[in-house]
Nanobody
């Protein structure tokens, strides 16, 4: 059974940094890209960043560009999301996900999801 386990969330102040990790196990070879999404209270789950596992192509939502960096450590089967210059609008549960086909910016393209890690940014 595929497992994605996020960690690294917490309570920080505006301007601080956090690095989220997503440890993947038993991920099928058919998984083509890994993404991070987030969901704030009362809002839809939204795309944050994606990385293609072959070639390392990355893409970010506008809110993440210039502040967040997605990366992988293939030896550790781990995906990271480095988040800098955090602000209260970044407060959300952050999820990592694995996708095989389709639009990597859409939730529906992802077959595998972690349980999420809470990030809270105080002003």
């Amino acid at each position: 059974q595929v497992q994605l386990v996020e960690s690294g969330g917490g309570l920080v102040q505006a301007g601080d940094s956090l690095r989220l990790s997503c440890a993947a196990s038993r991920l099928p070879f058919s998984v083509y890209f890994m993404g991070w999404f987030r969901q704030a209270p009362g809002k839809e789950r939204e795309f944050v960043a994606v990385i293609r596992l072959s070639g390392g192509y990355t893409y970010y939502a506008d809110a993440a560009k210039g502040r967040f960096t997605i990366s992988t450590d293939n030896a550790k089967n781990t995906v990271y999301l480095q988040m800098n210059s955090l602000n209260p609008e970044d407060t959300a549960v952050y999820y990592c996900a694995g996708g095989r086909v389709g639009d990597p910016y859409q939730k529906a393209s992802y077959a595998y999801w972690g349980q999420g890690t809470q990030v809270t940014v105080s002003s």
